[in-house]
């Protein structure tokens, strides 16, 4: 995919050569040219990464918000595995009650049977004395002591009969209760089980739609870091190019000035650097030198192709010496960047710059100590400082060989 992105840029890396000339103001016209290919080409390079960069913004947002509700998720389903480990308990304590409870309910049922037999034994009795009522007993009394004697007796039937009756009703009605209770509490539970089990299909269904989400972004993101990889790297060949050209330039305007009877062949000439002793481009102290080191963020041994100068957010920024804004804007993890060439294959480059920091344009000559950007701490850093690189010939070298 990042092919088609890069086709444009290639084709004008690929195409862009000295082109031979008739004489030295022919050549300065075409070199001219070349570097204004290049400029409009550089331009839309940072165009497509500024677009990658909002794509991949974007997509980082949904990633932490996706990662928001992966660990809101999280937090019910916590929430959801104490409430059924809840649950178990009570429904062991319950377990435990309706065991209790069925026994009660048999120790019942068997007092039930025992009075239901005394009963069955007084009826079996009465049935056996043949058709006599309480009142003919009473009437059968021999005297008046007999008749009290027999009074207390029949009172004493009827009230064993009465609470038996009585006894018997209210086992009924408890056990009746303890069925009830029983027949209650089971469906309750089955209840709390069924809604504890559904919610946490529910959690883990989302959270899993979740990561699936999670996974197509980062997919995402990382197919468009790789296109705006590709897009960085050609993006800093164009900037060797152009430095290449304007150096080219340089050398032309040389020779049409030696070949013309006139001091000035009427155009620019860039800066040679004269080999001087370089400003230091911050008011800072050294965080970081030159060389290999433990990366802060990614803490893996990488190579550190400049010096860190630290400064708080806002801080100004220096051209190290006389020359060129040769680029500005995002570059890779550098962030916002600032690019400056002094001539004979020497250029200075100024990284992290904050959003809305770089005060100079492309094509701007500038003198050393002048205000360029301020410190920032955009692009891979881990707070405001200002990463300080020196590139001779196209090879990266230590700053303080520059600046001491």
């Given at each position: 995919?990042?092919?088609?992105?890069?086709?444009?840029?290639?084709?004008?890396?690929?195409?862009?050569?000295?082109?031979?000339?008739?004489?030295?103001?022919?050549?300065v016209s075409d070199v001219q040219k070349e570097i204004d290919r290049i400029k409009k080409e550089s331009q839309a390079?940072?165009?497509?990464?500024?677009?990658?960069?909002?794509?991949?913004?974007?997509?980082?947002?949904?990633?932490?918000?996706?990662?928001?509700?992966?660990?809101?998720?999280?937090?019910?389903?916590?929430?959801?595995?104490?409430?059924?480990?809840?649950?178990?308990?009570?429904?062991?304590?319950?377990?435990?009650?309706?065991?209790?409870?069925?026994?009660?309910?048999?120790?019942?049922?068997?007092?039930?049977?025992?009075?239901?037999?005394?009963?069955?034994?007084?009826?079996?009795?009465?049935?056996?004395?043949?058709?006599?009522?309480?009142?003919?007993?009473?009437?059968?009394?021999?005297?008046?002591?007999?008749?009290?004697?027999?009074?207390?007796?029949?009172?004493?039937?009827?009230?064993?009969?009465?609470?038996?009756?009585?006894?018997?009703?209210?086992?009924?009605?408890?056990?009746?209760?303890?069925?009830?209770q029983i027949e209650e509490q089971l469906k309750s539970l089955k209840a709390m089980q069924a809604e504890a089990q559904?919610?946490?299909?529910?959690?883990?269904?989302?959270?899993?739609?979740?990561?699936?989400?999670?996974?197509?972004?980062?997919?995402?993101?990382?197919?468009?870091?790789?296109?705006?990889?590709?897009?960085?790297?050609?993006?800093?060949?164009?900037?060797?190019?152009?430095?290449?050209?304007?150096?080219?330039?340089?050398?032309?305007?040389?020779?049409?000035?030696?070949?013309?009877?006139?001091?000035?062949?009427?155009?620019?000439?860039?800066?040679?650097?004269?080999?001087?002793?370089?400003?230091?481009?911050?008011?800072?102290?050294?965080?970081?030198?030159?060389?290999?080191?433990?990366?802060?963020?990614?803490?893996?041994?990488?190579?550190?192709?400049?010096?860190?100068?630290?400064?708080?957010?806002?801080?100004?920024?220096?051209?190290?010496?006389?020359?060129?804004?040769?680029?500005?804007?995002?570059?890779?993890?550098?962030?916002?960047?600032?690019?400056?060439y002094h001539g004979n294959g020497l250029s200075t480059l100024y990284a992290h710059i904050r959003h809305g920091g770089?005060?100079?344009?492309?094509?701007?000559?500038?003198?050393?100590?002048?205000?360029?950007?301020?410190?920032?701490?955009?692009?891979?850093?881990?707070?405001?400082?200002?990463?300080?690189?020196?590139?001779?010939?196209?090879?990266?070298?230590?700053?303080?060989?520059?600046?001491?």
């Amino acid at each position: 995919m990042a092919k088609k992105f890069l086709v444009p840029l290639a084709a004008t890396i690929l195409f862009t050569g000295i082109t031979p000339v008739v004489g030295s103001a022919d050549q300065v016209s075409d070199v001219q040219k070349e570097i204004d290919r290049i400029k409009k080409e550089s331009q839309a390079a940072k165009g497509k990464i500024s677009s990658l960069n909002q794509q991949i913004h974007s997509i980082q947002a949904q990633q932490q918000s996706t990662q928001e509700d992966i660990m809101s998720i999280d937090l019910k389903m916590n929430e959801t595995q104490a409430k059924i480990e809840e649950l178990n308990k009570q429904i062991e304590t319950t377990t435990a009650d309706l065991k209790e409870a069925a026994k009660q309910l048999q120790e019942a049922i068997a007092r039930v049977q025992k009075r239901d037999k005394l009963l069955k034994t007084r009826v079996s009795a009465i049935y056996e004395a043949g058709d006599v009522s309480y009142i003919e007993v009473l009437l059968g009394s021999q005297d008046f002591s007999d008749f009290l004697e027999r009074l207390d007796a029949v009172k004493s039937i009827v009230d064993q009969d009465v609470t038996i009756l009585e006894d018997n009703k209210r086992d009924r009605d408890i056990i009746a209760e303890k069925k009830k209770q029983i027949e209650e509490q089971l469906k309750s539970l089955k209840a709390m089980q069924a809604e504890a089990q559904q919610l946490a299909a529910q959690l883990e269904a989302q959270k899993q739609e979740r990561e699936r989400i999670l996974k197509e972004l980062q997919a995402k993101e990382g197919e468009l870091l790789e296109i705006k990889d590709e897009q960085e790297k050609a993006s800093l060949e164009l900037v060797n190019q152009l430095q290449q050209k304007i150096e080219e330039q340089r050398r032309a305007e040389e020779e049409a000035r030696r070949a013309s009877s006139s001091s000035d062949a009427g155009s620019w000439s860039p800066p040679v650097h004269s080999g001087g002793q370089f400003v230091q481009p911050v008011n800072g102290p050294i965080t970081s030198p030159f060389g290999y080191r433990v990366h802060p963020i990614l803490h893996t041994r990488k190579f550190h192709d400049g010096t860190d100068f630290g400064a708080p957010q806002g801080t100004p920024i220096y051209a190290a010496a006389d020359g060129v804004v040769a680029s500005t804007g995002y570059m890779n993890g550098y962030g916002n960047t600032v690019v400056i060439y002094h001539g004979n294959g020497l250029s200075t480059l100024y990284a992290h710059i904050r959003h809305g920091g770089i005060v100079v344009s492309e094509g701007q000559s500038v003198r050393a100590g002048q205000k360029i950007a301020e410190v920032g701490s955009t692009g891979r850093s881990t707070g405001p400082h200002l990463h300080f690189t020196v590139i001779n010939n196209g090879r990266k070298v230590d700053p303080m060989s520059y600046l001491r």
